[in-house]
């Protein structure tokens, strides 16, 4: 979907992933932001937990978080974004997603 107005594009099996003109080079961000969607993704390939993300990136929700890295994920595995909506882009959060989203309980600030 492209809204000719502002020249957003967006995929509707992504709600909170979009490209503007001007905004990170028209790369892919987190809709209404200027984070870049690889910025994110970077985190989970390094071994970091979502909470480190939200910790870094506060004003994100845990939904545009794993939203940016299934967006990520589906462009590397090649597939057609269209075709991989899952649980978690739609707003609800598997099992798995919503451990990640829990900081370790035996956490210390040093």
Known sequence: MVDCLLGLERDASHPYVA??????GGEPVVAGTA?????????????KEIWE???DY???TQDEILDALHFVLDRRN??????????????S?????QA??????SSSVG
């Open 53 to 55: 993300v939200q910790r």
């Open 58 to 60: 506060p004003h994100l």
């Open 19 to 24: 490209r503007t003109p001007g905004v990170c």
């Open 100 to 105: 990640w989203a829990k900081p370790p309980a």
């Open 93 to 97: 959060a598997t099992a798995r997603d």
């Open 35 to 47: 984070v870049a969607v690889e910025a994110i993704a970077e985190y989970f390939f390094a071994g």
């Open 78 to 91: 090649g597939e057609d974004s269209s075709l991989t909506a899952g649980e978690v882009c739609s707003g």
